[in-house]
């Protein structure tokens, strides 16, 4: 098996990327941690992990973003497939010490680094449900979601997996059961936004709450609500990579229904009313802006 080929181990697992349809800052807690109130909603694309128990731990990746990842655990800044390898082990090791024994973990690096769409958190919760599988473990869902916050704010979410109201600082999630599939283009302008930049940067930390809808089933009802809705986070990043901008207005001319920024950036999206178009917009501005990361996808719906 080479080290870059996923299908060869024993479980792969996708790592969809993340998308903050809305997000609004709507606080600031004693600690410095940020209170957000988030649509959430997960691409039918994103990484890949594979898994396989070794003879020792080892660490692989491959896919078009993965020259640029840390190849350890770090104590800031590290490697979260790893981080949460670790803290997975030592929870199990606890009650069983001769449990979660090494393995082999491969990560497919598909979507751009610091992106706002969650790569690491979903890769570190695609990691979490694999290894609970591979190690044939189980675990009281309050001590996983536990590991999950440990591991950061938007893991909880990523191991819900599908369309979701995040409230906190991340961890109070209501899924959306009514939630429809989205057509969806992702663009990066592969530029890197540091969060903790983003969030020094917002002025305000106290804005109005998000008002979920009641009564929204069809794609359109969906999109007018969303269309209501804000990402706090756009106008500090806009005004540390302007290009930002230059990527909504793109995608605007291109024909999205609505386009905004997603999480803390730098990826944007653009929702559209077909597939179709979708796809013929993302291929239009993968022609004219080479540089740029563009995606043509659809959303999870109801959760699955």
């Known amino acids: 098996m080479s080290d ?39 691409a039918d694309r994103g990484d890949r992990i594979g898994l396989s128990a ?32 670790d803290l997975l082990r030592a929870e199990l090791r606890a009650h069983a010490p001769d449990a979660a024994g090494p ?30 599988e591979l190690w044939r473990a189980t675990i009281e869902p309050s001590h996983l979601a536990a590991i999950a916050l440990r591991l950061g704010a938007d893991v909880p979410m990523c191991l819900a997996g599908g369309p979701l109201l995040a409230k906190g600082i991340g961890e109070e999630i209501t899924p959306i059961d009514d939630f429809p599939a989205l057509p969806i ?12 930049v983003v969030f020094r940067t917002l002025s305000n930390k106290t804005n109005p709450p998000l008002a979920a809808p009641h ?9 007018s609500a969303i269309a209501t809705m804000r990402n706090d986070l756009q106008p500090p990043a806009e005004s ?28 944007c999206f653009g ?14 501005l993968s022609e004219a802006y080479p540089g740029w990361y563009v995606l043509a996808c659809k959303t999870v719906d109801k959760g699955n």
């Open 4 to 42: 870059d080929d996923i299908e060869g181990f024993a479980l792969t697992r996708a790592a969809p990327a993340k998308i903050n349809l809305a997000l609004h800052v709507v606080g600031q807690r004693a600690d410095g941690h940020h209170l957000l109130e988030s649509l959430v909603t997960f």
């Open 54 to 85: 070794a003879d020792a731990d080892r660490f692989t990746v491959s896919g078009a973003f993965a020259a640029a990842l840390p190849m350890d655990a770090g104590a800031d800044g590290g490697n979260l497939v790893l981080k949460a390898r």
């Open 103 to 132: 393995v082999h973990l491969h990560l497919e690096k598909n979507l751009p680094l610091a992106s706002g769409i969650g790569g690491g958190s979903a890769d570190a919760a695609a990691t979490l449900l694999g290894l609970l």
């Open 185 to 196: 283009v992702l663009v990066n302008p592969l530029v890197a936004v540091s969060t903790p």
């Open 215 to 223: 009564g929204a089933g069809t794609v359109a009802e969906w999109i």
């Open 240 to 267: 540390l990579e302007p290009v930002i901008g230059e990527v909504c207005q793109a995608l605007t001319q291109a024909g999205a229904t609505l386009t905004r920024m997603s999480g803390s950036g730098a990826t």
């Open 271 to 284: 929702l559209f009313d077909s597939e179709a178009r979708a796809a013929a917009t993302a291929r239009a």
